[in-house]
């Protein structure tokens, strides 16, 4: 079944502004990830984001995780047009027996209007 | 120097039919995947191969099957395509047990008319 829960489902920014993504998930993880998906391509790899950690930084994105509350959250910061992509969390870990797979989130479609 | 290249990258077919889809990764990675992405976007593994051997197979119909010829191909089977296998196939790629990032292919969008 599905782990992440990413919200909100859409979002529409100006140009400059910043955007917060959040992530819920329902298992014990090991790792929380997150991916960017341009309309039709490939997912890429943004961060990753170990349980033990609590806060990642990588160029314009931010990443948090608490695991008390099994939340995690994407920021990017001056966000450009070239950001408009879907945004998915997936987590890692000993999951219904499939250890070692992703388990993704439905996405958040992130909009950046020039 | 592509890192995933699946083929093909659009399919359209009748259901009934059988096809394939084909993926190779140039990483060196010894781990490849499929996933499937449907209509809303949920993207959910249908396999996992590592060294060539089959480590996962999440309740996917019999009538996929993914071969593995060698460590950097994974291949997708479909026999008697039905509607409900319209989606977006995606193959990937990592190192077994390192926990880290998926490469992921550009997709391969198959419809079942």
């Known amino acids: 079944s599905q782990q992440g829960e990413e919200d909100p489902q859409a979002l529409s920014i100006q140009e400059g502004e910043n955007a917060t993504m959040n992530c819920s998930y329902k298992?014990?993880?090991?790792?929380l990830q997150w991916y960017r998906q341009n309309s039709g391509r490939g997912l890429v790899h943004l961060i990753l984001?170990?349980?033990?950690?609590r806060e990642k930084h990588s160029g314009r994105l931010r990443v948090t995780l608490d695991t008390s509350k099994k939340s995690s959250s994407l920021l990017i910061t001056a966000s450009r047009a070239a950001d408009t992509a879907s945004y998915f969390c997936a987590t890692d870990g000993d999951y219904g027996g499939s250890q070692g797979n992703l388990i993704f989130g439905k996405g958040t479609k992130l909009s950046v209007k020039p | 120097d592509t890192a995933v290249s699946q083929t093909p990258k659009y399919l359209v077919t009748q259901m009934g039919n059988d096809k394939s889809i084909k993926c190779e990764q140039n990483?060196?990675?010894?781990?490849m995947y499929w996933y499937k992405q449907d209509s809303k976007k949920f993207l959910k593994i249908m396999f996992s191969y590592n060294n060539k051997e089959l480590i996962i197979n999440e309740t996917v119909p019999n009538r996929f099957s993914p071969k593995s010829p060698d460590k950097a191909h994974l291949n997708l089977h479909i026999n008697s395509l039905e509607l409900g296998d319209s989606a977006v196939y995606f193959c990937a790629s990592t190192e077994f047990g390192r926990a880290g990032e998926l490469f992921f292919g550009e997709g391969s969008r198959l419809t079942v008319l």
């Open positions: 298992t014990s993880i090991n790792n």
């Open positions: 984001i170990r349980s033990n950690e």
């Open positions: 990483l060196g990675h010894d781990t």
